[in-house]
Protein backbone atom coordinates (compact mmCIF):
# COMPACT_ATOMS: atom_id res chain seq x y z
CA UNK A 1 0.00 0.00 0.00
CA UNK A 2 0.67 3.62 -0.37
CA UNK A 3 3.05 4.98 2.59
CA UNK A 4 4.46 8.87 3.28
CA UNK A 5 6.77 8.85 6.39
CA UNK A 6 7.84 12.36 7.32
CA UNK A 7 10.56 13.38 9.82
CA UNK A 8 8.92 14.09 12.99
CA UNK A 9 8.53 17.46 15.07
CA UNK A 10 8.60 19.68 16.36
CA UNK A 11 10.93 22.10 14.54
CA UNK A 12 11.71 25.65 16.28
CA UNK A 13 14.00 27.54 14.05
CA UNK A 14 15.14 31.37 14.41
CA UNK A 15 13.82 33.86 11.57
CA UNK A 16 15.69 33.85 8.53
CA UNK A 17 17.38 30.40 9.48
CA UNK A 18 17.53 27.34 6.70
CA UNK A 19 14.45 24.74 6.83
CA UNK A 20 14.15 21.53 5.50
CA UNK A 21 11.66 18.46 6.37
CA UNK A 22 12.52 15.39 4.89
CA UNK A 23 9.83 13.29 3.07
CA UNK A 24 10.18 9.35 1.91
CA UNK A 25 7.46 7.75 0.29
CA UNK A 26 6.35 3.89 -0.37
CA UNK A 27 3.90 3.74 -3.38
CA UNK A 28 2.57 1.60 -5.92
CA UNK A 29 2.22 3.32 -9.56
CA UNK A 30 3.19 6.76 -10.19
CA UNK A 31 2.72 8.68 -7.45
CA UNK A 32 1.84 12.78 -7.30
CA UNK A 33 3.55 14.33 -4.45
CA UNK A 34 2.08 17.32 -2.56
CA UNK A 35 3.31 19.16 0.51
CA UNK A 36 0.14 20.95 2.20
CA UNK A 37 0.36 23.09 4.72
CA UNK A 38 -1.92 24.03 7.96
CA UNK A 39 -1.47 27.27 9.70
CA UNK A 40 -3.11 27.51 13.61
CA UNK A 41 -7.20 27.18 13.38
CA UNK A 42 -7.18 26.74 9.65
CA UNK A 43 -7.97 23.51 7.41
CA UNK A 44 -4.78 22.40 4.83
CA UNK A 45 -4.01 24.29 2.02
CA UNK A 46 -1.80 22.96 -1.42
CA UNK A 47 1.85 24.72 -0.68
CA UNK A 48 3.13 22.96 -4.05
CA UNK A 49 3.04 19.79 -5.73
CA UNK A 50 4.83 17.38 -8.30
CA UNK A 51 3.45 14.45 -10.69
CA UNK A 52 6.89 13.23 -11.79
CA UNK A 53 10.52 12.10 -11.35
CA UNK A 54 12.86 15.32 -11.49
CA UNK A 55 9.86 17.97 -11.27
CA UNK A 56 10.42 20.72 -8.78
CA UNK A 57 7.20 22.22 -7.11
CA UNK A 58 7.80 25.66 -5.94
CA UNK A 59 5.62 27.92 -4.41
CA UNK A 60 6.15 31.15 -1.20
CA UNK A 61 10.23 30.51 -1.11
CA UNK A 62 9.40 26.79 -0.13
CA UNK A 63 10.94 23.96 -2.93
CA UNK A 64 10.67 20.38 -3.57
CA UNK A 65 12.21 18.02 -5.95
CA UNK A 66 10.19 14.61 -6.52
CA UNK A 67 13.36 12.24 -6.61
CA UNK A 68 12.10 8.78 -8.01
CA UNK A 69 15.62 7.03 -7.08
CA UNK A 70 15.40 7.58 -3.30
CA UNK A 71 11.88 7.85 -3.09
CA UNK A 72 11.93 11.21 -1.79
CA UNK A 73 10.08 14.66 -1.51
CA UNK A 74 11.93 16.98 1.28
CA UNK A 75 10.67 20.48 1.37
CA UNK A 76 13.34 23.24 1.75
CA UNK A 77 13.06 27.12 2.09
CA UNK A 78 16.27 29.08 2.86
CA UNK A 79 15.00 31.90 4.81
CA UNK A 80 12.35 31.12 7.08
CA UNK A 81 9.66 34.05 8.68
CA UNK A 82 7.22 34.06 11.68
CA UNK A 83 4.49 33.69 9.62
CA UNK A 84 5.84 30.12 8.33
CA UNK A 85 4.94 29.07 11.32
CA UNK A 86 2.72 25.98 10.76
CA UNK A 87 2.39 22.16 10.50
CA UNK A 88 3.45 20.74 6.98
CA UNK A 89 2.54 17.51 5.46
CA UNK A 90 3.62 15.46 2.92
CA UNK A 91 1.22 13.44 0.74
CA UNK A 92 1.13 11.63 -1.80
CA UNK A 93 -1.38 10.28 -4.57
CA UNK A 94 -0.93 7.60 -6.68
CA UNK A 95 -2.01 6.76 -10.49
CA UNK A 96 -4.86 4.02 -9.42
CA UNK A 97 -6.55 5.25 -6.83
CA UNK A 98 -8.24 8.66 -5.80
CA UNK A 99 -6.95 9.40 -2.33
CA UNK A 100 -3.94 11.48 -0.72
CA UNK A 101 -2.23 9.52 1.93
CA UNK A 102 -0.56 11.77 4.43
CA UNK A 103 2.51 11.93 6.91
CA UNK A 104 1.96 12.63 10.18
CA UNK A 105 3.31 15.98 9.83
CA UNK A 106 5.38 18.08 11.35
CA UNK A 107 5.40 21.47 13.38
CA UNK A 108 7.01 24.38 12.54
CA UNK A 109 7.48 26.69 14.54
CA UNK A 110 10.09 30.26 14.05
CA UNK A 111 11.00 32.47 16.61
CA UNK A 112 11.40 36.77 15.90
CA UNK B 1 -16.39 33.83 -0.72
CA UNK B 2 -15.77 30.61 1.20
CA UNK B 3 -14.52 27.89 -1.24
CA UNK B 4 -14.97 25.19 1.25
CA UNK B 5 -17.56 25.76 4.24
CA UNK B 6 -17.77 23.28 6.80
CA UNK B 7 -20.95 23.80 10.30
CA UNK B 8 -20.47 23.93 12.79
CA UNK B 9 -16.94 24.61 13.63
CA UNK B 10 -17.34 23.64 17.20
CA UNK B 11 -19.05 21.02 18.23
CA UNK B 12 -19.67 19.44 21.65
CA UNK B 13 -21.69 16.43 22.82
CA UNK B 14 -22.60 13.98 24.74
CA UNK B 15 -21.51 10.29 24.67
CA UNK B 16 -24.49 8.28 22.76
CA UNK B 17 -25.76 11.36 20.85
CA UNK B 18 -26.30 11.56 16.94
CA UNK B 19 -24.91 14.57 14.97
CA UNK B 20 -24.27 15.77 11.91
CA UNK B 21 -21.39 17.67 10.31
CA UNK B 22 -22.29 19.60 7.17
CA UNK B 23 -20.17 20.28 4.41
CA UNK B 24 -20.49 22.73 1.01
CA UNK B 25 -18.24 23.81 -1.83
CA UNK B 26 -18.97 26.25 -4.21
CA UNK B 27 -16.09 25.43 -6.33
CA UNK B 28 -18.43 23.25 -9.07
CA UNK B 29 -16.27 20.24 -8.27
CA UNK B 30 -17.23 16.69 -8.55
CA UNK B 31 -15.70 15.30 -5.96
CA UNK B 32 -15.27 15.36 -2.09
CA UNK B 33 -13.99 13.46 0.85
CA UNK B 34 -14.24 13.67 4.38
CA UNK B 35 -10.68 13.41 6.62
CA UNK B 36 -10.53 12.56 10.43
CA UNK B 37 -7.47 14.46 12.37
CA UNK B 38 -6.83 13.37 15.71
CA UNK B 39 -5.24 14.70 18.38
CA UNK B 40 -1.98 14.21 17.47
CA UNK B 41 -2.24 15.69 13.91
CA UNK B 42 -2.73 12.61 11.39
CA UNK B 43 -4.96 12.75 9.09
CA UNK B 44 -6.81 9.65 7.52
CA UNK B 45 -9.72 9.74 4.65
CA UNK B 46 -12.48 8.42 5.33
CA UNK B 47 -14.63 8.88 2.70
CA UNK B 48 -14.73 9.97 -0.89
CA UNK B 49 -17.98 10.52 -3.34
CA UNK B 50 -18.00 11.91 -6.90
CA UNK B 51 -20.81 12.94 -8.50
CA UNK B 52 -22.85 11.79 -5.50
CA UNK B 53 -21.66 8.21 -5.79
CA UNK B 54 -19.53 6.74 -2.83
CA UNK B 55 -16.07 5.85 -4.50
CA UNK B 56 -13.94 5.34 -1.17
CA UNK B 57 -15.11 4.16 1.91
CA UNK B 58 -12.26 3.46 4.34
CA UNK B 59 -12.61 1.16 7.24
CA UNK B 60 -14.66 3.44 9.85
CA UNK B 61 -17.02 2.40 12.08
CA UNK B 62 -20.75 2.37 10.37
CA UNK B 63 -22.26 4.62 12.61
CA UNK B 64 -20.69 7.08 10.21
CA UNK B 65 -22.90 7.76 7.47
CA UNK B 66 -21.75 10.24 4.54
CA UNK B 67 -24.92 11.55 2.41
CA UNK B 68 -24.69 13.72 -0.74
CA UNK B 69 -28.09 15.01 -1.39
CA UNK B 70 -26.05 16.85 -4.63
CA UNK B 71 -22.29 17.86 -6.21
CA UNK B 72 -22.02 20.59 -3.92
CA UNK B 73 -22.96 18.98 -0.46
CA UNK B 74 -21.13 16.39 1.26
CA UNK B 75 -22.66 15.79 4.94
CA UNK B 76 -21.43 13.25 7.66
CA UNK B 77 -23.88 11.71 10.22
CA UNK B 78 -22.13 10.43 13.81
CA UNK B 79 -24.59 7.77 15.20
CA UNK B 80 -24.25 6.76 18.92
CA UNK B 81 -20.79 9.11 19.31
CA UNK B 82 -17.52 7.58 21.89
CA UNK B 83 -14.97 9.47 23.02
CA UNK B 84 -12.71 7.91 20.38
CA UNK B 85 -14.33 10.08 18.09
CA UNK B 86 -13.38 13.04 19.22
CA UNK B 87 -11.26 14.92 16.17
CA UNK B 88 -11.08 17.48 13.94
CA UNK B 89 -13.05 16.70 10.96
CA UNK B 90 -12.28 17.91 7.36
CA UNK B 91 -14.25 18.29 4.54
CA UNK B 92 -12.18 18.76 1.01
CA UNK B 93 -13.35 18.62 -2.97
CA UNK B 94 -11.13 18.38 -6.27
CA UNK B 95 -12.72 19.23 -9.37
CA UNK B 96 -12.54 15.06 -10.70
CA UNK B 97 -10.96 12.11 -9.22
CA UNK B 98 -7.42 11.99 -10.03
CA UNK B 99 -3.94 11.71 -8.42
CA UNK B 100 -3.10 15.10 -10.15
CA UNK B 101 -5.53 17.37 -8.77
CA UNK B 102 -5.17 19.66 -5.67
CA UNK B 103 -7.54 19.42 -3.00
CA UNK B 104 -9.08 22.33 -1.40
CA UNK B 105 -9.86 21.58 2.51
CA UNK B 106 -12.77 23.78 4.74
CA UNK B 107 -11.67 25.08 7.62
CA UNK B 108 -12.86 22.24 10.34
CA UNK B 109 -14.89 20.97 12.31
CA UNK B 110 -13.62 20.36 16.49
CA UNK B 111 -15.93 17.52 17.11
CA UNK B 112 -15.65 16.90 21.07
CA UNK B 113 -17.66 14.15 22.96
CA UNK B 114 -17.76 14.05 26.69
Known amino acids: GNSVTQMEGPVTLSEEAFLTINCTYT??????LFWYVQYPGEGLQLLLKATKADDKGSNKGFEATYRKETTSFHLEKGSVQVSDSAVYFC???????????FGAGTTVTVRA | DTAVSQTPKYLVTQMGNDKSIKCEQN?????MYWYKQDSKKFLKIMFSYNNKELIINETVPNRFSPKSPDKAHLNLHINSLELGDSAVYFCASTSSPSSYNEQFFGPGTRLTVL
Open chain 1, 91 to 101: ALSSSNDYKLS
Open chain 2, 27 to 31: LGHDT
Open chain 1, 27 to 32: ATGYPS
